[in-house]
């Protein structure tokens, strides 16, 4: 008869995301894992095959917060240009700057490991577009009302580019005032 769950795998999977997070995914072992977790190597081996399903679970589970969030920021009420401000200086920005995580899981992801996994390199690329898409939304709204001039597609291009970029650019310069002027020279070209 096999055993009950002992466990909660949300917890499970939120545990190993900030330890994948703060170290990477290679340099963090099963071990690592094992440690935060409190599971034994043939649980996680179980229920995620490995390593890599288990990452693959961890991007996952960011992946649908981050665009939780960026979703709930972008289309709050019917200022646009106010929202896309607001995500960049309250979701985009603390999470570039932030020491522990040192940015964003899925760029730190994509600039490492994305090379060799092209599975996992589409995965973010998806997730990316969405956050795009959204983008677009508002600023088209934004166009419609005549609150901007911009053209959508082109300049959530921009935004996205600055974006991650910045995470690259912060991780070499650790350049807080430099990141944050950067952002609001961008958001400045809204108005």
């Known amino acids: 008869m096999a055993r009950p769950i002992q466990y909660d795998p949300k917890e499970v999977l939120d545990k190993a995301m900030h330890i994948f997070w703060e170290k990477g995914y290679e340099q963090t072992s099963i071990q690592d894992i094992v440690a935060v977790t ?22 996952d589970l960011y992946a649908t917060e981050a665009l939780r969030v ?4 972008l289309f709050d009420g019917d200022d646009g240009i106010k929202n896309i401000k607001k995500f960049l200086d309250e979701v985009v920005l603390p999470s570039i700057i932030n020491e522990k995580t040192n940015g964003c899981l899925m760029v730190k992801t994509l600039l490492i490991v994305s090379h060799k996994d092209n599975n996992i390199q589409l995965y973010i690329t998806k997730v990316f577009q969405e956050v795009e898409k ?49 952002v609001h020279i961008l958001l400045d070209t809204l108005n």
């Open 38 to 59: 409190g599971l034994k190597p043939g649980s996680l081996y179980n229920l995620y095959g490995n390593k890599e399903g288990l990452f693959k679970a961890v991007l």
């Open 134 to 182: 959204y983008i677009v939304e508002v600023l088209q709204t934004a166009k419609d009302k005549g609150d901007v001039s911009v053209n959508p597609e082109d300049f959530a291009k921009f935004i996205i580019i600055t974006m991650y970029g910045a995470h690259v650019y912060y991780k070499t310069s650790k350049d807080e005032k430099a990141l944050i002027q950067s």
């Open 70 to 73: 960026a979703k709930e920021v």
